[in-house]
C-alpha cells in the first residue's frame, strides 16, 4: 500500500458543468459556487471574532464535514462498482479539483464499506492554513478546520461508519505542510475531546434550536387551526386559504375553481374541519366519475321500486352529509335534471329520494368545485344559469402549483417524508439539482402530479441515497442554455448539445449503421480520455476488459 495513484480525473471533469447563462454551477447533482477564498477568509475571521474560536471551529468542522458528505455520494455514484481505493481516492481528488489543496497520499488502508479504515495524506498549499496566517499569523495548533471536517464527513459516509480525522501537522504552525490522520473515532484515546466538534449540540445550535422553536410558536399562535393537511406558505395560497377558514364558521355555499390537481378536495376537507361541522360527516362526490342515469340516486336517494333494480330504500349522499358537509368534485359534469333537483334541494334545504312522494329535511353545507368555466357552460346551455347563481355567491380561486413555486420545497419535504414512511425506505434527501428541475417544471397536473412524481423518486432512488434527476423525470429533462465543462488542460469547453431523449431519434435520423455509430463513440471517449483506456472504459459505463474486447473485435 506504499505508492497510492490516483485514476484519470476524467470522470471527475465530466461531473463539473457551468451553465452561465443560467447562473449554475453543478458538481453531478449538487450546485456549486465560485466564491473567492478571501471572501471567504473574511467571513471565517469575523466568525472567530464574533463566536470565539472554540465555536467557529465547530461551525466549520460541521459546514466543512457536510460537503464531504455530499462529495460521497458522488463517489457512490461514479466509481461504485470500482475497487475500494480507486474509489475512495476520489475524495481527495475532489477536494483538488475544489481547490482546497494538493492532496498526496501517504498511506491508505482499506477494506469493504463498513470494515477497517486507516489514511494519511499531506496537503499542499491548504487554502485554509493560508487564510488563517494571513489573518492571525503562525499559531500554534492546527487550523484547517473546515478540511478536516470534509475529510471526516467525505470518509464517514464513504465508510459507513465515524472515520474522524485530524491533523498531525499544520502548515499555519511554521511546518512546511499539512498532515492528516484518519481512523475510526473509538481508536482515537482522545475521541471524546475531538468528537464535540462534530456535533450539532452546542450553545451556537441551541440558541438556533430556541429560535426555531419560537417561530414555530408564533406561526402556530397566528394560523392556531392549519390543518397538516394543506402546506405552503406563497401569497396565492395563503389567501385562498383565508378565504376558505372565513367561510368556514358561516353556512355560506363555497365554490373552489382551479385547474385539475390543485387540491380542491383537501381544501374542502380543510373548510369541513374548520368549520362548526366538523364532527359531522364529509362526504364527497366526483360527479365526473358517475354514469349520468345512477347520479340523482347517488345524491338523492332511492325508494324501493322505483326502477327495474332498485329492490331497496337507500340513502343518497346529501342525507348522509346530513349535519355535515357535502363534497360535489366537477359539478359542471352534473347533467341537466340533476341541476335542477341540486338547485330545489339548495334553496328548499330538503330532498325527494327517488320513487318517494315524501320530502325529508337536510341540513347540509355544499362545497362545489370545478376546473372547467361555468359561465361558458351556462352561455353554452349545458349549465343552469340560476344554479351558476347560486353555486357562486363564495368562489375561492386555489392557484396552480406554477405560480407558487416557492411552496414546492416544503411540500416536497412533507411528501418525501409522507412517501418514505408509506414504503418503508430512508433516504438522506433531494439533489439540489432535482429541487432545480422540480421548481422550474410548468407541472400541468399540479401538486397531485408533483406528489406522483416523488413517489416515484422515493421507490427508485437508493436506500439512504438523494432523490436525483433522473429518478424524477423518465428520460431525465433536458439541460437548458449553454453548458461548458472542464478539459484535460482545466479550460471550459462548451458542450456540445446532446438532449438525452432525442439522442435514439438522432441516431435514426441520421442514418448511420449501428456498429458504425459504436466504432464512434468508443473512439471519442478513448480521444476523451487522452488515450487512457481505463478511464475511457470508466466513460462509456464498462470495465476495461469489456472495452478492450470491443476496440479487439473492430481490428480483426
Ligand atoms: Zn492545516
Not at 8 to 13: A, G, I, M, N, V
Not at 72 to 100: I, K, N, W, Y
Not at 138 to 162: D, H, K, L, Q
Not at 284 to 313: K, Y
Request: aromatic share 6%; net charge negative; proline share 4%.
Amino acid at each position: 500500500m506504499s505508492s497510492i495513484h490516483y485514476p484519470e480525473s476524467t470522470d471527475l471533469r465530466g461531473l463539473l458543468k457551468f451553465a452561465p447563462e443560467e447562473g449554475l454551477i453543478w458538481l453531478g447533482e449538487h450546485r456549486m459556487l465560485l466564491l473567492h477564498a478571501g471572501a471567504l477568509s473574511e467571513l471565517r475571521k469575523e466568525l472567530i471574532a464574533s463566536v470565539g474560536q472554540e465555536q467557529a471551529r465547530r461551525i466549520l468542522t460541521r459546514m466543512g464535514f457536510a460537503s464531504g458528505m455530499r462529495d460521497a455520494e458522488l463517489s457512490r455514484r461514479t466509481r461504485g462498482s470500482a475497487d475500494p481505493a480507486e474509489a475512495f481516492v476520489m475524495g481527495p481528488q475532489l477536494h483538488m479539483l475544489e481547490g482546497c489543496a494538493r492532496v498526496e497520499p501517504v498511506r491508505l488502508e482499506i477494506d469493504q464499506p463498513g470494515c477497517t479504515f486507516y489514511g494519511e495524506f499531506i496537503w499542499h498549499h491548504s487554502w485554509e492554513a493560508e487564510a488563517h496566517v494571513q489573518a492571525f499569523g503562525e499559531v500554534e495548533n492546527p487550523v484547517c478546520w473546515m478540511m478536516i471536517g470534509y475529510a471526516s464527513g467525505y470518509t464517514s459516509a464513504f465508510m459507513g461508519r465515524f472515520i474522524l480525522f485530524r491533523e498531525v501537522e499544520c502548515a499555519a504552525t511554521g511546518v512546511e505542510h499539512c498532515r492528516i490522520v484518519g481512523k475510526p473515532v473509538e481508536e482515537w484515546p482522545d475521541a471524546d475531546q475531538l468528537r464535540p466538534y462534530f456535533e450539532a449540540d452546542s450553545i451556537v445550535g441551541r440558541l438556533l434550536e430556541l429560535r426555531e422553536e419560537i417561530e414555530a410558536m408564533r406561526r402556530t399562535i397566528a394560523c392556531p387551526r392549519k390543518t397538516p393537511d394543506l402546506i405552503g406558505n406563497s401569497a396565492g395560497f395563503l389567501h385562498a386559504y383565508d378565504l376558505v377558514a372565513r367561510a368556514a364558521v358561516t353556512n355560506v355555499s363555497v365554490l373552489l375553481l382551479g385547474e385539475t390537481g390543485v387540491g380542491k378536495e383537501r381544501f374542502a376537507r380543510t373548510l369541513h374541519e374548520l368549520s362548526p361541522r366538523k364532527d359531522a360527516a364529509f362526504v364527497a362526490v366526483n360527479c365526473a366519475a358517475l354514469p349520468d342515469e345512477l347520479i340523482e340516486s347517488e345524491l338523492f336517494g332511492v325508494e324501493r321500486g322505483a326502477f327495474t333494480g332498485a329492490h331497496a330504500s337507500r340513502a343518497g349522499k346529501f342525507e348522509r352529509a346530513d349535519g355535515g358537509t357535502l363534497f360535489l368534485d366537477e359539478v359542471g359534469e352534473l347533467p341537466l335534471s340533476a341541476q335542477a333537483k341540486l338547485l330545489r334541494v339548495l334553496q328548499e334545504g330538503e330532498i325527494e329520494r327517488l320513487g318517494d312522494e315524501r320530502t325529508r329535511k337536510v341540513n347540509v353545507r355544499l362545497v362545489a368545485a370545478t376546473n372547467v368555466d361555468l359561465l361558458r357552460a351556462v352561455n353554452a346551455g349545458t349549465f343552469r344559469r340560476d344554479l351558476f347563481y347560486r353555486l357562486n355567491v363564495y368562489p375561492v380561486t386555489i392557484p396552480p402549483l406554477r405560480e407558487r413555486v416557492g411552496d414546492i420545497p416544503t411540500l416536497v419535504e412533507a411528501m418525501m417524508r409522507r412517501f418514505e414512511t408509506l414504503h418503508g425506505k430512508r433516504l438522506s434527501g433531494i439533489s439540489d439539482k432535482a429541487m432545480h428541475a422540480l421548481k422550474n417544471h410548468s407541472w400541468p397536473g399540479n401538486v397531485r402530479e408533483l406528489e406522483n412524481v416523488i413517489e416515484r423518486g422515493v421507490i427508485l432512488a437508493p436506500l439512504n441515497g438523494l432523490v436525483e434527476v433522473e429518478h424524477l423525470f423518465i428520460g431525465a429533462a433536458p439541460e437548458s442554455g449553454l453548458q461548458q465543462q472542464l478539459n484535460a488542460s482545466g479550460s471550459l469547453d462548451t458542450m456540445q448539445q446532446t438532449n438525452s431523449i432525442d439522442l435514439p431519434d438522432a441516431v435514426l435520423d441520421s442514418g448511420i449503421e449501428l456498429d458504425a455509430f459504436e466504432q464512434a463513440l468508443l473512439n471519442r471517449a478513448v480521444e476523451r480520455a487522452g488515450g487512457n483506456l481505463s478511464a475511457a472504459a470508466r466513460l462509456l459505463g464498462m470495465t476495461r476488459p469489456q472495452l478492450n474486447y470491443r476496440l479487439k473485435k473492430r481490428l480483426c
